[in-house]
């Protein structure tokens, strides 16, 4: 069955970095769109970015751009997310995605969780100030 596992989160002071990792196992990750997702309490789970399964094209919440960087290494099975400038507002469980769709355009679907069919069990991140 496919899993999806997050590693890397912690605690990390305002302006620092952290880089998730997310591996996946039981199907064939290179080619199925990939994405992060966090939830903070008592709000919904917002998209963070997001990768087609080539890795060419990428996408981003507003709120990350320029801070954070997704990419995929098709041989290892992996994904990652590399915050940088980190804020007290990025706090979450951080939460990686997949797609069961093969090959696809993501474009229109990437930020959307309910298009998603495959979820890692979240790692926290915690920026404090």
């Known amino acids: 069955q496919v899993q999806l596992v997050e590693s890397g989160g912690g605690l990390v002071q305002a302006g620092g970095s952290l880089r998730l990792s997310c591996a996946a196992s039981g199907y064939t990750f290179s080619i199925h769109g990939m994405g992060w997702f966090r939830q903070a309490p008592g709000k919904e789970r917002e998209s963070v970015a997001a990768?087609?399964?080539?890795?060419?094209?990428?996408y981003y919440a507003d709120s990350v751009k320029g801070r954070f960087t997704i990419s995929r290494n098709n041989a290892a099975k992996m994904v990652f997310l590399q915050m940088n400038s980190l804020k007290p507002e990025d706090t979450a469980v951080y939460y990686c995605a997949s797609r069961r769709a093969q090959y696809d355009d993501i474009t229109g679907v990437w930020g959307t969780p309910g298009r998603y069919d495959y979820w890692g069990q979240g790692t926290q991140v915690t920026v404090s100030s």
């Open positions: 990768i087609n399964w080539n890795g060419r094209n990428t």
